[in-house]
């Protein structure tokens, strides 16, 4: 394909030649003395009624594009994923640097206020103590009077943490479980996937909550954890990363499992087994790296399901622990109060679903893009 | 099929086993104990407590007690509700969830159906666009979000609903809760819909039907709703897992007298047989729906066969 020449759409009439492959500007039709357009000859060798000229409306040259670069196309047409991306991409720039310019420019950190500030008195958004207009406190302050932006921001960090934390350790989990299972086969693969079968039908919240209840927050192990030079910060966010990843695993194990079996029987799986490389190589070496394009897909769509679950223990008072903060803690913070100040719960609430939102579609787009098959028609 | 049924049940009870050691495990394996707060004990008390909870054994013979009292069905007494056992406990708490779940379910199905069925028929329509676009804010918005804004719209604004609190089966209050549960399956079972029915609306058995001259209405709901229906009948076994999540946070926000709200305060209190027992409880629930689901799926589907 690669040496093809361009193909000229019949009907365009585009002022500048085509560009060739090679850069070069294709010599216009040569007249002859009647007026009839005697044809070069590349123009030649594509019959009038080739497919390809009838439905191309764009000039393109047909360089190989690889699978990504192809995907990346797709993507971009779509707009809901591009809108996902371009949100997402702003809360995580702002999550990442708001609350240290906010500190710089106001002296509000997350969990601070500046000295000279009067105390316990809750702000609308963009007001003032004296109920002017002001822009220092875009989202209002809480009843400490803490800026809610900073604290939005600062949950944000959190929380999109957690995700992609818990997301990447089920990723390790279902990555190696499924490909494993898949690539051996038999009896194995009968016995591991049942074990994932019987995973799939607990009642693994439930169990997850009794974890976080009994060794998170102000329990003796978190005790334990501080005595050995652990804070309880980092503690209890470690015990989250393991406690979602251990149960988000399920359904990427079945997928990269389903991957790994349709690609095993591949000649470059044989030729690597015929030249001597381990299983565990040829695991994680030749098949691994084949069933990224899922495995992205995947991922893309587990983050928010994952937030969603660390928003649900904070929520309950079992996630991250004041002074930290994520929008899940922030929104039951905020519940508290919704009578008197309901901005506390609405600026948590709604930067989340925006998030949750965008990352959704996101994920849907990249299905598409990367596996146009799987698309829902 | 009858073999099928018989084996799965008898999965189900080693299954249930399992998940009551690694609940009772976990326990066990925290450190301190439901007796140890803030304020210290006179050794003698300790003493005493332990005995009586038999916590001064070994912890097989405490463990192969508690399995012994389980597979009666007693899951014993409550340690911070006085005097009562957790059988009655379950039994006061379940009606407000199964009401509270059940319902959720219903309109799930009925919305989610509904909206699925239309989009799926009139696909790339408006309103095929605007149920997936409402479908993707159903599963975007949190319920602990959802929930206390419909108490601020409903309650604090318009003064329409009651915004808390357990009032019966058919009252005013169940209607803000039954909504904020509802949300993410409505969601879910639209977009399931819409999926299957749109694989099934090209499958060659529709032509089929189609040219051997049936009606429309026919096609669609003799043939089209039975194979599109597929997925949401595998997806109710996770949606009740889901739900049960669901409902913790739910009773949360609207202090509601139910499962998933004496399941957290037992565990913020260390309520070892009252966790256990919910545990317990609904896992075997979970389990039995999932067989019901399967024998569901097995009558709709003639191709799967036990």
């Given at each position: 394909m690669k040496d093809q020449p361009p193909i000229n759409k019949p009907e365009s009439d585009t002022p500048e030649p085509a560009l060739t492959p090679l850069g070069t500007v294709s010599e216009p039709p040569i007249r002859s003395r009647e007026g009839d357009i005697i044809h070069t000859a590349p123009e030649f060798a594509i019959g009038e009624g080739d497919v390809r000229s009838a439905d191309t409306g764009v000039l393109e040259p047909l360089a190989g594009t690889s699978l990504w670069k192809d995907a990346w196309r797709r993507l971009l047409k779509n707009k809901l994923a591009v809108f996902g991306m371009i949100v997402l991409a702003i809360i995580v720039v702002a999550s990442v640097l708001g609350p240290y310019i906010i500190e710089w420019r106001t002296g509000f950190s997350y969990d601070t206020v500046p000295p000279q500030m009067e105390l316990n008195k809750a702000m609308p958004p963009f007001r003032d103590v004296n109920g002017n207009f002001s822009g220092l406190h875009p989202m209002g302050t809480d009843i400490l009077g803490r800026d809610i932006l900073a604290r939005v921001l600062m949950g944000g960090q959190i929380s999109l943490l957690v995700g992609i934390i818990a997301t990447f350790v089920s990723l390790i989990i279902g990555i190696a479980f499924g490909a494993t299972a898949g690539y051996l086969g038999g009896r194995v693969d009968n016995l591991m996937m049942r074990i994932v079968d019987v995973l799939y039908s607990l009642p693994y919240m439930m169990i997850v909550i009794v974890l976080l209840a009994f060794f998170g927050g102000n329990s003796r192990f978190m005790q334990y954890l501080q005595s050995i030079g652990i804070s309880q910060q980092k503690g209890q966010l470690f015990l989250l990363f393991i406690a979602l990843g251990a149960v988000s695993w399920l359904t990427m194990a079945r997928i990269v499992r389903g991957q790994v079996m349709s690609l095993k029987n591949q000649e470059f799986v044989l030729a690597a087994r015929a030249t001597g490389v381990s299983t565990t190589r040829i695991i994680f070496r030749h098949l691994v790296p084949n069933t990224l394009g899922p495995v992205i897909v995947y991922a893309t769509l587990t983050i928010p399901q994952v937030m969603l679950q660390e928003a649900f223990l904070s929520f309950l008072g079992l996630g991250v622990q004041a002074p930290l903060a994520s929008w899940g803690s922030l929104a039951s913070e905020g519940?508290?109060?919704?009578?008197?100040?309901?901005?506390?719960?609405?600026f948590p609430g709604v930067t989340m679903a925006l998030t949750l939102f965008s990352l959704n579609f996101l994920g849907d787009g990249l299905r598409d893009a990367l596996d146009p098959q799987m698309r829902k028609v | 099929m009858l073999r099928f049924i018989v084996r799965r049940l008898l999965i189900t009870i080693p299954m249930v086993l399992i998940i009551v050691t690694l609940t009772w495990g976990l326990i066990r394996l925290a450190p301190g104990n439901f007796y140890t707060g803030e304020k210290r004990i006179p050794p003698a008390i300790v003493k005493n407590i332990r005995e009586k909870y038999g916590l001064d054994k070994p912890w097989y013979v405490q463990y192969g007690k508690m399995m012994g009292r389980l597979l009666k069905g007693d899951f014993g007494d409550s340690l911070t509700y006085p005097g009562q056992s957790v059988n009655q406990i379950l039994w006061r708490a379940l009606p407000v969830s199964a009401t509270l779940g059940l319902l959720a379910y219903l309109l799930a199905l009925l919305v989610g159906l509904t909206a699925g069925t239309l989009a799926a028929l009139k696909q790339n329509s408006k309103l095929d666009y605007a149920s997936m676009a409402l479908a993707m804010l159903g599963i975007s918005v949190p319920n602990f979000v959802l929930g206390p804004l419909l108490v601020l719209l409903f309650s604090l604004t318009l003064y329409w609903l009651p915004p808390a609190r357990w009032g019966g089966f058919p009252s005013w209050n169940l209607v803000m809760p039954v909504l904020t549960l509802s949300?993410?399956?409505m969601a879910y079972i639209a977009r399931l819909t819409r999926a299957g029915m749109l694989e099934i609306l090209r499958a060659d058995y529709v032509r089929t039907a189609r040219a051997k001259g049936l009606t429309e209405r026919q096609v669609i709901f003799r043939h089209v709703m039975r194979g599109g229906l597929l997925p949401v009948i595998s997806f109710s076994g996770p949606a009740l897992a889901y739900i049960i999540t669901g409902?913790?946070?739910?009773?949360?926000?609207?202090?509601?007298?139910?499962?998933?709200?004496?399941?957290?305060?037992?565990?913020?209190?260390?309520?070892?047989p009252l966790i256990i027992g919910i545990v317990a409880f609904l896992s075997i629930l979970i389990l039995v729906f999932n067989l019901l689901v399967d024998i569901a799926y097995a009558l709709i589907d003639p191709r799967i066969r036990y």
């Open positions: 519940i508290q109060n919704i009578a008197i100040f309901p901005w506390q719960l609405i | 949300a993410l399956y409902t913790v946070v739910v009773e949360q926000i609207f202090a509601l007298p139910g499962l998933g709200n004496y399941f957290i305060n037992a565990n913020f209190s260390r309520d070892e």
